[in-house]
């Protein structure tokens, strides 16, 4: 084997049993890394230097196809109505062949971290057969500064197969293709996708397994930090504007996706940003924009004109095209991905319905009841098979990344936001004026209004209603908004079609929380909506 870059050479790939009589590669970094995709026809470049890669038929998590293995040690730990099963022999049979098949292929290695904060970080080796998911990767996580390398001796391992197609009969799986994750020895096998967001959610997924275990809560989320220290939390499921609305120029850039929150405040798990490029435009989203004009980012499905210039407009791959870059493109990014305790809690809610307000306050019961909710809508892409947005209940916002019982992340939020005083905000930046293909999605513009107003302390004295359906306090009033948006019923030419989605609305989430309520106590359970009669 021929190796590249620099590793601690008591630490190769066969500590995990990879052998191959191809070229393993370790740690190569973007140039060399967009030098072998380009070569091996895995990619092309931009007209501005981006590299642009094609996924198949695969353009989103394909979340039925992933599995945990179940042993002694997970038996009572993972919440197995959430996750789907796997035997430790299918696993076994998998990984061999997983070893069998890489054992003439080249590989490339990359050594990386999970996790901003030395003392619940995860020491991540990820072995793929792409160069550009080498480098995808290496864009995502936390790269080691090369004194770390020397030394580095991971803690999980991730093999990154697109080419291997599984066995349903031998391996357990459901089809061809396959996510199973070995929470016991931290092992990860991805075959048969190249959507390069698997390995990422993996990471994701088993510091969720990891961390509550030591009193710090796992969160599917954005973060950023004002001119003042004051921290801001964006839950909220892909599409829903975690992304977007945390790239603010006018505060630091914790992270766009995955952070940890502890008793020295927040951190992020990863080093870069996966964000969507449909419909992105330099005007509403100059930073994000920016990435996609430079040299090693990579853009995921995303359509070239003959030029080679993308089309952000051009869905015909997928609505899910993406771009992934490191954190320090974004130019107020945070250097160390930390900071103190949050202000703010932010829940973001695609309402496909169009019955939420655009922003509401919540009471510390209210925001467990829909942390423990996690209503949105599945934007079209983000899912193999979804091809138009439609109404979900993921409870904490990451339902398909948590491998523990919801109540526990749910306790953990609740105490968190108690000792620190957090104030918490469900923002809608789904519909409005009706529902999905008859309303319009909500200005981005208007929710950024209405997050600056919130996150700079300019609620704290505005006039409150009380929603009739949901119990929550929304704003009658914010400068510079137009007053109807605040009211949703408002906003709709048929009232009456309004008060019949609103109730129906209500009692999917009254449906959804039933198998909570065993697990949370009487103000919880009192935060929950009400079938209100029609509005006058």
């Not at 109404?391 to 936001?417: K, V, W």
């Not at 079609?497 to 309520?517: C, H, N, P, T, W």
Request: net charge negative; aromatic share 8%.
């Amino acid at each position: 084997m021929n190796e590249t870059g620099m590793r601690n050479p008591d630490c190769g790939i066969e500590t995990c049993g990879l052998k191959t009589t191809g070229a393993v590669r370790y740690n190569l970094q973007a140039a060399a890394l967009y030098e072998e995709a380009i070569r091996r026809g895995e990619a092309q470049l931009s007209a501005h230097g981006a590299l642009v890669a094609e996924t198949g038929q695969h353009t989103g998590r394909s979340a039925k196809d992933k599995f945990i293995v179940r042993d002694t040690a997970t038996e009572g730990v993972v919440w197995w109505d959430n996750n789907k099963p796997m035997a430790p022999e299918h696993f076994a049979a998998l990984r061999a062949d997983f070893l069998s098949h890489a054992a003439d292929r080249d590989l490339f290695v990359q050594d990386l971290v999970g996790g901003a904060d030395p003392e619940n970080s995860l020491p991540v080796r990820v072995v793929t057969e792409y160069a550009w998911h080498s480098l995808f990767i290496r864009n995502l996580l936390l790269r080691p500064e090369a004194e770390a390398l020397a030394s580095f001796m991971p803690r999980m391992t991730i093999i990154d197969l697109p080419s291997f197609r599984a066995d349903p009969a031998r391996h357990g799986c459901r089809t061809e293709t396959v996510i199973a994750i070995d929470l016991t020895r931290m092992i990860v096998l991805i075959g048969g996708t190249s959507y390069a967001g698997e390995m990422k959610k993996s990471v994701f997924t088993a510091l969720n397994y990891l961390l509550p275990a030591r009193g710090v809560m796992p969160m599917h989320c954005s973060a950023n930090v004002g001119p003042g220290g004051d921290a801001a939390v964006f839950f909220g499921l892909s599409g829903t504007g975690k992304t977007t609305l945390s790239a603010d120029p006018a505060r630091t850039l914790l992270g766009d996706d995955e952070h940890g929150w502890g008793e020295t405040g927040l951190f992020n798990f990863e080093g870069g940003c996966y964000a969507k490029t449909i419909h992105l435009s330099q005007e509403a989203e100059p930073e994000i924009f920016a990435t996609t004009r430079r040299f090693g980012t990579i853009m995921e499905n995303v359509v070239l004109d003959a030029h080679g210039n993308p089309d952000f407009e051009d869905g015909s791959l997928t609505e899910n095209t993406r771009c992934a870059y490191p954190l320090h493109f974004i130019p107020n990014a945070s250097a160390t991905g930390q900071s103190g305790q949050p202000k703010n809690i932010i829940m973001l809610t695609a309402d496909a319905f169009g019955v939420l307000p655009p922003i509401a306050k919540l009471t510390p019961a209210q925001a467990m009841y829909h942390f423990l909710s996690g209503y949105t809508a599945k934007v079209a892409g983000t899912e193999k098979g979804v091809t138009e947005p439609e109404a979900t209940f993921s409870t904490c916002f990451g339902a398909p990344f948590m491998p523990r019982h919801p109540a526990e992340y749910g306790n953990l939020l609740r105490d968190l936001i108690a000792q620190h005083g957090v104030d918490c905000w469900l923002v809608n930046t789904g519909w409005t004026g009706g529902a999905y293909g008859t309303g319009s999605r909500m200005p981005i513009k208007v929710t950024r209004g209405l997050l600056n107003a919130a996150l700079r302390g300019e609620l704290n004295g505005a006039e409150f209603r009380t929603d009739p359906h949901f119990g929550f306090a929304v704003p009658v009033a914010v400068p510079g908004i137009d007053a109807n948006l605040l009211d949703p019923r408002s906003t709709w030419a048929d009232k009456a079609a309004y008060d019949a989605q609103a109730r129906r609305l209500v009692g999917m989430f009254i449906d959804s929380f039933a198998k909570f309520e065993t697990h949370v106590d009487a103000s919880v359970r009192a935060a929950a909506p009400v079938r209100a009669e029609a509005a006058e």
